[in-house]
């Protein structure tokens, strides 16, 4: 069978790594545009901050690796044209403009995304970068060396680690968010006010409800930040306001969502039989919403991946779906989150519940100990565990994988307030907090 991949970064490596896995003798072709591969760009805060040396330890694959597992891998090539009817490809070698004609058994699409750029006015400045990818991010890395003052217009994951690593390499932070609050995809806002505390007690200056609306530069040659509300001046300004799929090659020939993310089966077949998607590029299935959805994240992209790498040789293994599972450091604070928040259960007419748990996460007697806030989400009819959110000193991260379980397994707020986990001073209470957290669900239900 001949395979043909399109696109090489955490999905398309993984299906390739799959495939040679358990089939070492198919013939598989890697296309892919840019001159590397398996580029973590959730690294990129850690480099920008000084925690990572080297932007180059962020590859966790290559090229070469690939070649030696048996694919042949075409790097700076272009893809053009998908002719999904005839099973061909057209591309062209960015170095020598070759252009090149191919055909396939099957097709793995995993062209991943592209960073959302606003059409606003002066977006084209060369002091607004962008923020996903190896080049960008060595690109923001030589401009903020000369550069004090740094604006991000964008409070997700990435503008807020973003902040974090400049606050701590003495710069001055402007966070604009267009919201009335920071991780929004993630946190209910309660939560994310404990967040925009954190960071501006670290000197970070939050703007929530402020929308960009152009760029310009004053007589001083700063950049102005135009906005809804007023103007602010930066020396540099860095764009995280999200992705949008790459999939106009196969615009028109297979199922997308309105947003132009490919529409995947539970075996992560597309449309079209002989044509799977993985990554960034496709919908996922968000398990606690009961619906399809666009989340482009590394663990999504990774699963997916290999998954179509098992799938195009047969219906083998389904895709769970997500959960949507994620956390990050925050200025010595974990954040962690599953699931769906109270507002985003709420927006999708679910008769939706919250409880919040404050308390230490272990003994008060111990010579330490940290305080932990849990907020669970849960639907009141069914009793289901639909998402939580997590805060502490304390790395609590491990327990939103936890919580992820209990949605994927469809676990009710019953089952959590009295599931077996340990008791050891050391970790926790006789009750773990995610059994107390359960139980106040439970106690409030009762009322």
């Not at 398990?287 to 666009?294: M, T």
């Not at 957290?437 to 009322?447: D, F, G």
């Given at each position: 069978m001949k395979v043909v991949v399109v696109g090489c970064t955490h999905a398309g490596t993984a299906a390739v790594e799959q495939i040679l896995q358990e089939h070492p003798d198919t013939d598989i072709t890697v296309y892919e545009r840019d001159d590397n591969i398996s580029f973590l760009s959730c690294g990129i805060a850690l480099y920008l901050g000084g925690k990572v040396k080297h932007l180059e330890d962020m590859f966790y694959s290559s090229?070469?690796?690939?070649?030696?597992?048996?694919?042949?891998?075409?790097?700076?090539?272009?893809?053009?044209?998908?002719?999904?009817?005839?099973?061909?490809?057209?591309?062209?070698?960015?170095?020598?403009?070759?252009i090149i004609n191919d055909n396939y058994d099957k097709l793995i699409m995993t062209t991943g995304s592209t960073v959302v750029v606003p059409p606003i006015m002066g977006i084209s400045d060369s002091r607004i970068l962008m923020c996903k990818n190896y080049a960008q991010a060595e690109a923001i890395y030589k401009t903020a060396k000369n550069h004090k003052r740094i604006t991000?217009?964008?409070g997700g994951y990435i503008g807020v680690e973003l902040s974090e690593s400049y606050a701590n390499t003495d710069h001055e932070v402007t966070l604009i968010q267009s919201h009335n609050q920071i991780l929004n995809h993630y946190i209910d806002k309660k939560m994310s006010d404990k967040v925009v505390d954190l960071l501006e007690k670290h000197d970070v200056k939050v703007l929530l409800n402020e929308r960009v609306t152009g760029f310009?530069?004053?007589?001083?040659?700063?950049?102005?930040?135009e906005t809804n509300k007023t103007d602010h001046t930066a020396d540099l300004v860095i764009v995280c306001t999200g992705f949008v799929a790459n999939t106009d090659l196969l615009r028109g020939q297979v199922d997308m969502d309105r947003r132009g993310a490919i529409i995947i089966n539970e075996y992560t077949q597309t449309s079209n039989p002989d044509i799977y998607a993985a990554g960034d590029a496709c919908t996922v299935y968000f398990?606690?919403?009961?619906?399809?959805?666009?989340m482009p994240l590394a663990t999504n992209a990774i699963r997916q991946g290999a998954l179509a790498g098992i799938n195009i040789f047969g219906n083998i293994q389904k895709y769970m779906g997500t959960q949507a599972t994620s956390a990050m450091e925050l200025f010595g604070y974990t954040i962690a989150s599953t699931g769906l928040t109270l507002g985003?259960?709420?927006e999708d007419k679910m008769n939706a519940d919250v409880v919040e748990y404050h308390d230490y996460y272990r003994p008060a007697y111990m010579p330490t100990t940290e305080m932990l806030t849990i907020r669970l989400v849960y639907d009141k009819d069914s009793r289901l565990i639909l998402g939580g959110q997590l805060f502490s000193k304390h790395?609590?991260?491990?327990?939103?994988?936890?919580?992820s379980v209990c949605i994927q397994n469809k676990n009710t707020i019953d089952d959590l307030a009295f599931m077996d986990?340990?008791?050891?001073?050391n970790y926790d209470n006789p009750f773990n907090y995610l059994n107390l957290?359960?139980?106040?669900?439970?106690?409030?239900?009762?009322?």
């Open positions: 090229p070469k690796d690939l070649e030696k597992l048996g694919a042949k891998v075409k790097m700076r090539h272009d893809v053009l044209k998908i002719d999904s009817k005839n099973k061909t490809i057209m591309c062209e070698n960015m170095d020598t403009h070759e991000i217009v964008g310009d530069r004053d007589d001083e040659n700063n950049v102005v930040i398990n606690p919403a009961h619906k399809h959805a666009y985003h259960a709420l790395e609590v991260a491990q327990s939103a994988n936890t919580l986990m340990l008791f050891q001073p957290v359960a139980q106040m669900a439970v106690a409030k239900e009762r009322k």
